[in-house]
């Protein structure tokens, strides 16, 4: 069955990188995402990386998927105090069909 | 360019009321999805709408039901509410030519 695995916590120090790290069980997955969300709002598409490609990066953030281990990673450079939230990874298996979110990953940053 | 909108923003009712939740899709929008999320837990997938038809339905029993409307807006219903549904319901929309969904902000819904 479908199945996304994440860490629960993760802190940083303020400049510091962070690495949020994801496994996932589908084999059939078409597109990994990554969301954040911060207290009391919703979801914010934050990157997605289609399965045929190892990596993407956009600005601070870089992505990495390794499709034989089904292990995805969200690298945050220069990780700034905003950058606090919850992050999910989800997955599926074509464009438009259902999410399988992980449970989130809490990344919190001290000063 | 307002993106999902969801109402109300927060909301209570007794154990075996019935409940609507409303969202209007991010204008261009065509397909709506609603989520269930647990506290302390990732969303999890209720069902989707698109051309005004459930095109996906996840694990959720018949209590749940949808509709979605020409203007592509969508309602999400639960009968017989159970202390158990008290949870974050996300709308999210999206279009067949992008990546990704747009989500709501949601409705908090606390069942007594």
């Known amino acids: 069955g479908e199945d996304v695995e994440q860490s629960l916590f993760l802190s940083v120090r303020e400049g510091d990188s962070s690495v949020i790290n994801c496994t996932y069980t589908?084999?059939?997955?078409?597109?990994l995402y990554w969301y954040k969300q911060e207290p009391g709002a919703g979801l914010q598409l934050l990157t997605y990386i289609f399965s045929n490609m190892d990596m993407k990066q956009d600005q601070r953030l870089t992505v990495l998927l390794n499709k034989k281990d089904k292990h995805l990673s969200l690298r945050i450079a220069d990780t700034q105090t905003g950058d606090s939230a919850i992050y999910f990874c989800?997955?599926?298996?074509?464009?438009?069909?259902?999410?399988?979110f992980g449970k989130g990953t809490t990344l919190s940053v001290s000063s | 360019d307002a993106g999902v909108t969801q109402s109300p923003t927060h909301l209570i009712k007794t154990r075996g009321q019935q409940v609507t939740l409303r969202c209007s899709p991010k204008s261009g929008h065509d397909t709506v999805s609603w989520y269930q999320q647990a506290l302390g837990q990732g969303p999890q997938f209720i069902f989707q709408?698109?051309?005004?038809?459930?095109?996906q339905r996840g694990n959720f029993p018949d209590r749940f039901s949808g509709h979605q409307f020409p203007n592509y807006s969508s309602e999400l219903n639960v009968n017989a509410l159970l202390l158990g549904d008290s949870a974050l319901y996300l709308c999210?929309?999206?279009?067949?030519?992008?990546?990704?969904?747009?989500f709501g902000s949601g409705t908090r819904l606390t069942v007594v």
């Open positions: 709408y698109y051309e005004e038809e459930e095109r």
């Open positions: 589908d084999s059939s997955s078409t597109y």
């Open positions: 989800a997955e599926s298996t074509l464009s438009g069909t259902a999410l399988i």
């Open positions: 999210a929309s999206s279009a067949g030519t992008e990546r990704g969904y747009t």
